[in-house]
């Protein structure tokens, strides 16, 4: 059962090299997208190349255009790093070439060397179900088809029989068929030393925590004041998005089961928002490490992967993938998590103004959804291991198998069971 890595690589572009760049990501996009051969590297879910646009920070200072790859993956970011510059090294010289300091003669190991230089930390990297690995998404998508053919070539054997003998059925069919066979062994649980160090990590951070909460306490109502007058000065943006843009957006969404979605923007000034959005990013961490990762995160089930980045220290991005269309997945944010939507995103320039951090904010729909189409960024090549598939599916897959790794089951279990085939 292998642990989930994030790997996110920043590469700055010397001024006038930006058309250079939007060229090459179309071409990768589209007549050259063979050099990028992601489906050979082994544990990748998900990956993506972006062309992020210069700007203007609020000190005034520009922030020149660079180049972004992200990987969602298991295993070691560090040997993905470096079978990626094996494998798709004419893809990565193709990409990265116009970025500051590419090796003028890039092999394996100068390729590696510069990416895991320009690797930066996510801040916090949410995974939807921590251990589900790419081979056990793909292995449990084909029992699930196997299943269902095999009901649908018996039904008029199996229709008259009590569901748990339906189910007994089954699992010895799964257990004369080779690539069914999987499906009547339990996945692995993470290997003990991995649990161990979660579990230090879990009781570590409270253990740290606990000594300094009577000082936190007594400093709350004076952050509340602070903030109040922080959130009292701020001018929430009243920016529509550009429908060109909008619409070249649209484009490149919903031609599979999901969607990459990117959002860039500057922080707000001053270090009372600085020390929050840490403060908030510590929590989020620590919440989809060891409490939001069964397949939710706060009520929000249709989210694969996402990340939180630090591109400069006053400029952020927010990186998912997520199912079905970015209206809907808006609502479901809107609907079930709105607080936490406020509780970090506020922190950025323009955004709809909140009371007291978390109140507010995303409940003004429209202005919300116009300030989150105004900071989208476009995923110029994307790619999927398994685009058919929605995290619902991939969840009920699971529970297929586990259903079926049982020896046996009682009519109303396997009447549920049954249920979602």
Known sequence: MPEQSAVTVLA???????????????????PDRMILPFDRLAGLHF???????????????????????TADLDGSADAHLQALADVSGPGLDRAFS??????T????????????????????????????GVSQVRAEARLRKGLEAYLDEHRDGLIDLPPAEIHAVLRRHALTDPDLRI???????????????ELVHLLAVPAVLLPLLPVILLALPFVAVALLIHELRDVPGRQRPDPAT??????????????????????????????LTRTVLFAISYAVRHVLNRGSLAGVKTIHFARWVYLSPDRMIFLSTYDGSLESYMDDF????AWGLN???????????????????????EQFKNHLRTHQALSHVWWSAYEDLTALNVGANAAIRRGLARRTLSDDEARDWLALL
Do not use: Q
């Open 246 to 275: 909008v619409e070249r957006l649209r484009a490149s969404e919903d031609h599979v089961a999901h969607n990459p979605f990117a959002a860039v923007g500057f922080l707000k000034p001053g270090p009372f928002r600085a020390a």
């Open 334 to 337: 809107i609907d079930k998590v």
């Open 183 to 197: 499906g009547v062994v339990p996945a692995r649980r993470p290997p003990l030393w991995w649990r161990a160090r």
């Open 12 to 30: 700055p572009l010397p001024a006038g090299h930006h058309d250079r760049a939007a060229t090459a990501l179309a071409d990768l996009a589209g």
């Open 343 to 365: 509780a970090i995103f506020s922190n950025g320039l323009g955004y709809p103004r909140t009371i007291l951090l978390l109140w507010r904010g995303a409940r003004d729909e």
């Open 98 to 103: 116009c970025c500051t300091d590419y090796p």
């Open 105 to 132: 003669r890039p092999d394996t190991a100068s390729r590696t060397a510069w990416l895991r230089a320009h690797r930066v930390p996510e801040a916090a990297f949410y995974v939807n179900t921590v251990g589900r």
């Open 47 to 69: 990956a993506r190349l972006m062309l992020l646009d210069d700007a203007v920070s609020p000190s005034g200072t520009r922030v020149g255009a660079s180049l972004l790859y």
